[in-house]
């Protein structure tokens, strides 16, 4: 058993969708995951739902939040009954019993649930034009980088291998990506791809909640020269 994070914000599976996103691909096919993460409106979609992405199974409340996991839709959203008891006893009363069916009878015995059930959201991605990628802070870590959802992939593709500006603020920009944060002077702010291909900015020996105002959602623009 390996617990991820008990970081998460209240209610916020947009968080959560991020945070899976950079670790699914550190566990192996077969492992089972448990996301007990509450959302405001679970009342409204009180079903125990489980997903498959790359041979992994994805366990959580109706919320949306399994559409938000990787590219392969939502077809095959499976489901084991209703919870409308308190939270804190979920993982006895509702995802506990569902892994051990997983485990038991397999994914395939579970019924489908029914697409008008579906509680269907989507990951908030960058906008993309012919002068800028606009994208968003999804998350901070421990030390308060601050993650970004502009991948690399987009951004090579935006730039052509050519200078850009990333603007981190009205007055702070960055024109120079590092391999590490740790290769950024200290105090300044540095701006680097993590091992998932996500741009991150981080303030070598501080925080860039502190230093350059951030917070969850804020907005980060690439610009080329």
Known sequence: ?????????????????????????DFPKGTIHIIAVDAKNRSNHPEIVVRTIEGQYFISYN????????????????????????????????????AKTILTDGFKSLEKLP?????????????????????????????????????????????????????LTRFETIKTLRKHLA????????GFFNERGYLCVGIYHDDTRNMLGFKKGHVIIVENV
């Not at 914000?9 to 968080?15: G, N, T, V």
């Not at 919320?63 to 006893?89: A, C, K, N, P, Q």
């Open 63 to 98: 919320t949306g939040l399994l559409g938000m996991l990787g590219d392969e839709g939502e077809s095959d959203i499976r489901w084991r009954g209703v919870y409308t008891d308190r939270h804190f006893t979920s993982i006895k009363g509702a995802f506990g019993p569902l």
């Open 115 to 167: 697409n008008h059930k579906i509680h269907s959201k989507t990951m908030q991605k960058p906008v993309i034009t012919e002068k800028h990628i606009t994208g968003n802070v999804m998350y901070f870590d421990q030390r308060g980088i601050a993650y970004t959802n502009i991948h690399k992939t987009e951004y090579d593709r935006f730039t052509g291998g050519k200078d850009a500006v990333i603007r």
């Open 183 to 190: 290769d950024s002077d200290p105090g300044s702010a540095g």
């Open 1 to 25: 058993m390996v617990d991820i994070t008990h970081a998460i914000e209240a209610c916020d599976i947009s968080e959560v969708a991020y945070v899976i996103e950079m670790v699914k691909g």
